[in-house]
Each structure stands twice: as structure tokens, then as C-alpha cells.
């Protein structure tokens, strides 16, 4: 579980997060939404250690990431695994190999037992066919599929994942997002979402936390979202036709019975 | 600088990464070292040839001046600005595109010391090799000294080859290659420097490289006219 309480975050005088507390729970998946702009990605990488915050406390399991040294933070790092919304792969390594670097960092497993978690890893995003190939060789989605896999190898307790679906289109973004929650599910992790994507919000959103100008302005779940009296959140969820239609067919239902 | 220096987490995978950048940086920049080198020792032998002619000059001038520019500057600091144009902009390109990529957060974020796993391997492949690509370079200007009277009838071979063993002192190669090594540090750390500190897009790294070489070429200048007077001052 990951405890966030009174962040705040500015950048050159410009408050870019005001006082934000949240809690993220294990095994399910906790989506924090907002139009571009809104702080999401400064949200996560302050969370994830990459930006450090002006005020608050960040409590991983209990423990403050913020009063950490250095060596006590790389040791907690070593729990996470993050899918950044590049992917991020290492361009000069294959697919195969992007997935044993953390192994080969940071376990103490035999070569043999390596590769065989890698192998495994790749086996559950199902792209063992393309283990020998290079990240420029392969397609968005995929890129994606190596980062979940890559994340998942070290058996992280605690998964990041910053717009996973940015640049997929509807029916790999569905692949990615099952994906991501099976496997939260599978390890009991503390799973945190960057996304605008509602397609995303719909699918796997057990938590939700809605990002407005650098304020936390909703938390609830994804049977909450359609009836917030919220115009910010409102705009946000209806900007799109479809979601407007699906609001009427749900009030439809509910009306006749 | 202090993150670059500081202790590897994984000493093999350090040393796999390590043998990569030799390849890399050194062994593939072995052709156009030799290539320039060929061609500029040709060129030294016969401007030599053409400028210092005269009957009151020893026969084997034209070899004694052509090795000593081919040792004392041609072979570290001349090869080091043409390494530091592709060696330089190759490491400034390189680890700037990771950055914008995410793939340096990316390292940050399993807990890699990412200064000191993408900067050190460089800084020591670069270190290590160049002595060997300057003796590479030498080697090839002499060679292209010795094309031009076997092809071009400049002079004979024996008149170039009593100039090149004339009162030869074997400190200037030791200062050519402590020269080099400094060199190498130089382009390797500041490419690498401009390369890791770039923020934006595709147009801040190829700023961030161009940026690199200029000023890898600036300070090799200046550290040449330093350590030229240090070592043999």
C-alpha cells in the first residue's frame, strides 16, 4: 500500500500540486485521471522518487521514501517496476535481454534460473516469438508488452505504469489494460495509472483519483464516476461523444426498472 | 562527476558494458584513423618535400620533420578532434536520446546509478583504447610517408627512412600517448555530460551534440598547449 499525504509540488513558483493525500491499495488497479496539464505525470514521479516534493510524506508500506538515504531508497527501488509512457526499452539491447537487466542487476539467481524468469515473463505478455528482436524492430504495442514484462521480472511489489496506452489504438490498449490488471492481481501489487484514456477508466478502474490543475478534486470507482456532481470531472468524462451516449443508456435502464 | 566515479553495482555487467564501448568507441574508429592518417603522412612528406628543398639541407629532413609532427601533434591532439567529431557527437547523441526516450528515468527508477553506468564504460573504453589508435595513427602517417616516394618518386626510401631514425626519442611517443589519454577523458566526459544534461526533444540533442564537439575541441586545444609545455617545456 502506498500512502500519500499533503503533497505539494511547484516549479519555479508555480504550484504544479497542491496539497494531495491519497491511499493505493494492493491488488487492485488505482487510476489517477486528468486532462493533459493537470499534474498526473509530476504526481507519479514524485511517488516513483524522480522528482522530489517540497511538502509531505510518501509511505511505502509505512515507510517514508522521503526521509530515506540514498542506499534505502535504491534498496525500496529495487520493489518497483515502472512502464513509462515510451516504453522506454533499451534500444541497444534486445527484447530478451531488456528483460534479464534487472535480474542480472539485482538477483542473485543462477544464469539458468535467469533466463528462465525471463522467459517466463515474456511467455505471460505472450511474446516469446519475439525475444531475439530489437525494440525498433517491434510494434507500439509490443513495446509495451516487453516494459510490462520487463517490470514484472523482478516480482516488483509496487508497478507504475505513466499513459500506458498513449499510441495504441482501442483493441491493443484493452490487451495492455487486462494485462496490467491481471497481473496486479496475480501478485497482489500496489498498481498505480497515469491515463486519460476512458476506455481505460471503464475497463479497470477499482480506484480512481481525479486530477484538476494540480488538486485532487474526486476519488471514487469506476460504477461512481458517471454521477459526480463535479463540472470539472464532468467535462472531462463527457468531452467524448460516447461516454455522453453510454450516461443515457445507463439512465435509460434505470428508469425502466 | 562524483556520481559517474562512484561504485559500480554490478561489476560484470560494468564490464560487459565496458568491452561494448571498445568496440564501439575504439576498435570502429580504427579505419578513419588509419584512413586520415595515410593520407596526411603522404601530405606532410611531400609539402615538406616541396617547401624545405634546398641543397644545403640534409637529404633526410623531409623524414625527421615528418615524423616528429606525425608523434608530437598529428597523432594525439589532430586525431583527437576528429575522434572528438565522431566519437564526441556519437556519446552526446546517444545518452541524450536516451534521456528524452525516458530510458535514463527508466534506470533511475529500478535504482541504476544511471551517471555511472552509461558514463563510466565510455570514459574508461576511450581512456584505454586511444593509445592504441595512436599508435594506429603514426604508424599509418609513416606508412603514407613511405607511399609517396614508392608511388610518387619523391625521394628514395633510404633518404626517408635515415630522417624518420634520426636522434629518435622514444618520450615524445610516451608524451603523445599521455596526451591522448587526457584527450580521450576530455571527449568522452563532456560529450557525455552534454549528452546526459539534455532537456526537450530531437532539436535539444543534436544541439547538445554539436555543442559537444565545439567545446571538446576547444578545450583539447587549450589542454594540448598546456600539457605540450608541461611535459616538454
Same mark, same amino acid.
Given at each position: 500500500m502506498i500512502e500519500v499525504k499533503n503533497l505539494h509540488k511547484s516549479f519555479d513558483g508555480k504550484n504544479v500540486l497542491n496539497d494531495i493525500s491519497a491511499t493505493f491499495k494492493d491488488g487492485i488497479t488505482n487510476l489517477i485521471i486528468g486532462q493533459s496539464g493537470s499534474g498526473k505525470t509530476v504526481f507519479m514521479k514524485c511517488i516513483v522518487g524522480l522528482l522530489t516534493p517540497d511538502n509531505g510524506e510518501l509511505l511505502y508500506d509505512g515507510r517514508n521514501i522521503l526521509g530515506m538515504g540514498k542506499n534505502e531508497k535504491k534498496e525500496l527501488r529495487k520493489e518497483m517496476g515502472m512502464i513509462f509512457q515510451s516504453a522506454a526499452l533499451?534500444?541497444? @539491447?534486445?527484447?530478451?535481454? $531488456?528483460?534479464?537487466? =534487472? !535480474?542480472q542487476m539485482f538477483s542473485n539467481m543462477t544464469l539458468r534460473e535467469q533466463i528462465r524468469r525471463a522467459l517466463f515473463c515474456l511467455e505471460r505478455v505472450n511474446l516469446l516469438d519475439a525475444k531475439n528482436k530489437y525494440p525498433g524492430e517491434i510494434s507500439g504495442g509490443m513495446q509495451k508488452r516487453v516494459?510490462?514484462?520487463?517490470?514484472?521480472? !523482478?516480482? =516488483?511489489?509496487?508497478?507504475?505504469?505513466?499513459? =500506458?496506452?498513449?499510441?495504441?489504438? =482501442?483493441? &491493443?490498449? !484493452?490487451?495492455?489494460?487486462?494485462?496490467?490488471?491481471?497481473? &496486479?492481481?496475480?501478485?497482489? @501489487?500496489? &498498481?498505480?495509472? $497515469?491515463t486519460h484514456d476512458m476506455n481505460s477508466v471503464m475497463g479497470i478502474g477499482e480506484n480512481i483519483i481525479y486530477l484538476f490543475n494540480g488538486n485532487k478534486e474526486w476519488e471514487g470507482n469506476k460504477e461512481e464516476i458517471f454521477n459526480v456532481d463535479n463540472k470539472n470531472l464532468n467535462d472531462f468524462i463527457f468531452a467524448s461523444d460516447l461516454f455522453r451516449k453510454v450516461k443515457k443508456i445507463e439512465e435509460g435502464e434505470s428508469h425502466n426498472e | 562527476m562524483g556520481q559517474v566515479f562512484s561504485r559500480p553495482e554490478r561489476i560484470k555487467i560494468y564490464f560487459k558494458e565496458f568491452t561494448k564501448e571498445v568496440e564501439k568507441l575504439g576498435v570502429n574508429s580504427i579505419g578513419i584513423v588509419v584512413l586520415i592518417s595515410l593520407f596526411i603522412g603522404? #601530405?606532410? +612528406?611531400?609539402? /615538406?618535400?616541396? %617547401?624545405?628543398?634546398?641543397?644545403?639541407?640534409? *637529404?633526410?629532413?623531409?623524414?625527421?620533420?615528418? *615524423?616528429?609532427?606525425? #608523434?608530437l601533434e598529428f597523432s594525439s591532439a589532430i586525431m583527437c578532434l576528429i575522434l572528438a567529431g565522431k566519437v564526441g557527437s556519437n556519446i552526446a547523441s546517444e545518452i541524450g536520446t536516451m534521456r528524452v526516450t525516458q530510458q535514463i528515468d527508466a534506470l533511475e527508477t529500478m535504482g541504476i546509478n544511471s551517471a555511472c553506468f552509461l558514463i563510466l564504460p565510455k570514459i574508461a573504453a576511450l581512456m584505454i583504447f586511444i593509445p592504441l589508435l595512436v599508435t594506429f595513427g603514426i604508424a599509418a602517417g609513416i606508412l603514407g610517408a613511405y607511399a609517396t616516394c614508392w608511388f610518387g618518386h619523391i625521394m628514395t626510401t633510404a633518404d626517408l627512412e635515415a630522417g624518420i631514425q634520426y636522434e629518435f626519442k622514444e618520450w615524445y611517443i610516451w608524451c603523445s600517448f599521455i596526451k591522448s589519454i587526457?584527450? +580521450?577523458? /576530455?571527449? +568522452?566526459?563532456?560529450? +557525455?555530460?552534454?549528452?546526459?544534461?539534455?532537456?526537450?526533444?530531437? %532539436?535539444?540533442?543534436g544541439k547538445a551534440s554539436t555543442d559537444s564537439v565545439v567545446c571538446c575541441s576547444v578545450l583539447i586545444l587549450f589542454s594540448d598547449l598546456i600539457l605540450t609545455e608541461v611535459l616538454m617545456g
Open positions: 533499451f534500444d541497444s @539491447m534486445t527484447v530478451f535481454e $531488456n528483460v534479464t537487466f =534487472p !535480474l516494459a510490462i514484462a520487463r517490470a514484472i521480472s !523482478l516480482k =516488483p511489489k509496487y508497478l507504475f505504469c505513466d499513459e =500506458p496506452n498513449s499510441g495504441l489504438d =482501442p483493441k &491493443t490498449s !484493452l490487451v495492455i489494460d487486462d494485462l496490467i490488471h491481471s497481473i &496486479t492481481q496475480e501478485y497482489n @501489487m500496489t &498498481t498505480i495509472i $497515469n | 603522404a #601530405v606532410i +612528406a611531400v609539402q /615538406i618535400k616541396l %617547401n624545405i628543398e634546398s641543397p644545403w639541407m640534409p *637529404r633526410w629532413t623531409v623524414g625527421y620533420v615528418t *615524423r616528429e609532427i606525425l #608523434v587526457f584527450f +580521450a577523458f /576530455i571527449i +568522452a566526459s563532456v560529450s +557525455a555530460f552534454f549528452g546526459y544534461t539534455v532537456k526537450g526533444g530531437s %532539436n535539444e540533442v
